[in-house]
């Protein structure tokens, strides 16, 4: 499992505290100390809830008319999802990281891996409580940060962190403390674990990790599978995950929503449909690739009688991210599966097979002179999108009013990205 390698680095994971809630409170303090619940999109269910939140009894998912009777009695605060506002600070918090540690992995929005050199850091513990109290005062997010041998050890480690206050956001792992901790950790909270395996596992008598790491290695692949069994090799110390520096670039770009109301007519679902491609298309652009497919998709409600949902993939003559390009591949898609008389819910698109933007081949057939011009004029639009907030210049095809756009009845300004939503103080 290892390579015989002596590791003079230890692996730390930073977590953002109920990460949403958090975004929410950095530009409203008085939301700290009060019960937050961040919903889904059309405002459906709870996806993100403070720790006062979860007190109350508001579980993951849970749908919002269910617990709606607490806003008033327990003054529950309640947001529509404001994603380019978590983006933006997800991305300062990782630059911050960036600065103290020169091998960080993003693992997602809320959650990076990275290492700690022993023989230029003295004392571990400390100087991750350096890094917590950076993020702090720069960002105003809480974050725990756990710090062992191994990957698989920094969540156990981040996870007690983060719910035991005598450990002040920071625990390191060591040879005193991990059994004591294993002993704590139930099996189906180890990461890597699902809740099928776990109750699997509880069947044969194994309630917690520390259960889980006295079983021979033969049992845990025979139950496991060989990736169960680096999991426990990783409990035991023994490292077999590395942080990945790899340029992480995206594999596929999936955008999609749910209506804010059934869309009926074939008008409506082209201009969210562009809207989606628009933003695919950007996000491609700016990791510098090309998508060779397209996939278009429009769906009604799954809880109707009449239920009807299709797809249409289509192969690209040549990579690109032109959007007017891929919106007309899109449009073309979507006419094939598009059927009257339907109530749709949903729609939306997909790229993939990417190629990088410096190498891909071009067609034989290219007869476009301005290909350059255009790309110039894209990468000018995305510019200034980015530049003065994402809807400062939009294609005709994504439409003006949006009929069909998500609800969002709780939203919060986006504070970071645009001009007009700046955060006003009077004095």
Known sequence: MNNGQTHTNLFALLDCNNFFASCERVFNPKLWDKPVV???????????????A?????????????????????????????????????SRTMAILHGWSQNVE??????????????????????CRQIRDHVKKWIGMPVSIGIAKTRTLTKVANELAKKHPEYKGVLELNNSNTEACLKKLPVDDIWGVGRRSGAKLKAYGVETAYDLI????????????????????????????????????KKHIISSRSFGRPVEKLSELKEAVASYTARAAEKLRSQGSMANVITVYARTSHHTETYYGKSHTTILPE?????????????????????????????????????????????????????????????????LNLENGRHCLNFASTGF???????????????TADWNQLLKIKI
């Open 214 to 249: 006295q079983k021979s290695d033969a049992w845990i692949k025979q139950k496991l599978t060989i990736s169960g069994l680096r999991m426990v090799y990783e409990l035991r110390g023994t490292p077999c995950l590395e942080i990945d520096e790899a340029d992480t670039d």
């Open 54 to 90: 979860k007190a109350l009894g508001i579980k993951m998912g849970q749908p919002f008319f269910e617990w709606q009777h607490l806003l008033r009695e327990h003054k529950v605060q309640v947001f529509s999802p404001n994603f380019p506002l978590y983006g933006d600070l997800s």
């Open 401 to 415: 009013k949006k009929p069909w756009r998500m609800k969002q009845e709780f939203r919060s300004p986006n504070y």
């Open 319 to 383: 990579p690109t991210n032109h959007t007017p390009t891929l919106i007309k591949a899109a449009h073309a898609g979507l006419g094939k599966i598009y059927q009257p008389g339907y109530r749709y819910k949903k729609a939306g698109i997909a790229l993939s097979k990417f190629v990088p933007e410096t190498v891909h081949q071009l067609n034989l057939f290219e007869t476009d002179p301005d290909r350059q011009k255009k790309q110039q004029l894209l990468k000018l639009i995305d510019g």
């Open 38 to 52: 961040v919903l889904s999109n059309n405002d459906g269910c709870a996806i993100a809830r403070s720790n006062e």
């Open 106 to 127: 993003v693992y997602s929005i809320d959650e990076a891996f990275f290492t700690l050199n022993k023989d230029l850091i003295e004392d571990t513990e400390t100087y």
